[in-house]
């Protein structure tokens, strides 16, 4: 059992070897990437006793000032993708601009975007949380990357994946081939192959929404929820159940697993505050719904298909709903009626 199991390093590798004119530089990429999921992983563990939970202006008893969670897992990211010339600059959400790739180093043909830790707020009670990540090429003309060529709709991605820091540390990860979840083995410090080729059912009965905002939702979010509060008596004539963590990273991995909606709609609330949605499109939404479609699943604003968007701003916000393919039909539908 133990000899035949397949690291993502050697996946990785070998689904390159069916790229024409592969060079390598996206294996290592990849490989960097997850050495950093990896060290962020051991921090999230170890959060309470090595000093990084709390707030960003406190101090320790060193009367150091701690780095929050979040920020430190922005640092790890950056260390670990900027030297090897994979890349030529990065963007997270944690960053106001674009990082470019420093002059003391090569800089490469991919563009990496990323949310270090996703879910933070959850940290504090020791609810999952996660890293998402985004790969794009950059641009062939561009001898100065610019904020400007990461504004690239999902459909570019090269490739896209989260860890998700639970009671197991899991990568799942698709390049556009399918999704495929890893489980780090922390006896050897490895990701395995422990999920090839997940799908999402088609067919869900849990939904995910955050009810505390029900007075600011739009119609079409409120018939659809309304309908799966119904239940057996009412139209659908199916009991629904309802679920909100809070992390978006443990949502999509629930409905990975098992299928179900997850819903941060645009609503009167948001709309007031002049955004465009909740999540991030760069950061969250695209690659999200890029694995949720590579899983069989299909990932809307409401009306229209996240990866389709052009977007418009580093850090452009966007309505998601994603998920189980013919509720999301449905929930694109009921939008198209209103």
Sequence with gaps: MHNNRTTITQYIIEEQRHVAGATGDFSGLLNDVVTA?????????????????????????????????????????????????????????????????PARYPRGKYLLTFDPLDGSSNIDVNVSVGTIFSILRRPDDTAEPTEQDFLQ????????????????TMMVLTTGNGVNGFTLDQNIGEFILTHPGMTIPADTREFAINASNMRFWEPPVRRY?????????????E????????????????????????????????RAKGQGGKLRLLYEANPMSFIVEQA???????????????????????????????????????????
Excluded at 85 to 100: C, D, K, R, T, W
Excluded at 159 to 165: D, K
Excluded at 239 to 247: E, K, V
């Design 153 to 168: 709709p999902g459909t570019e991605q090269v490739a896209a994946g989260y860890a998700l820091y639970g009671p197991s």
């Design 239 to 270: 009991d629904f159940n309802m679920r909100w963590i809070a992390s978006m990273v443990a949502e999509v991995h629930r409905i990975l697993t098992r299928g179900g909606v997850f819903m941060y709609p645009m609503d009167e609330k948001i």
């Design 225 to 237: 929820v309304d309908e799966c509060l119904a239940g057996r008596e009412g139209e659908r004539g």
């Design 37 to 101: 999921c990896k060290v962020i992983s051991n921090m999230v563990n170890h959060g309470a006793l090595v000093g990084v939970l709390g707030s960003a202006g406190q101090e320790n008893v060193q009367g150091e000032t701690q780095k929050k969670l979040d920020v430190l897992s922005n640092d790890v990211f950056l260390k670990s993708n900027e030297w090897a010339g994979h890349l030529a600059a990065m963007a997270s959400e944690e960053m106001e601009a674009i990082y470019p790739i």
């Design 296 to 338: 069989g699943g299909a990932a809307i604003t409401g009306r229209d298909r996240i990866m389709s968007l052009q977007p418009e701003a580093l850090h452009q916000r966007v309505p998601v709903i994603l998920g189980s393919r013919n509720e999301i039909e449905r929930i694109q539908g009921y939008h198209r009626e209103s």
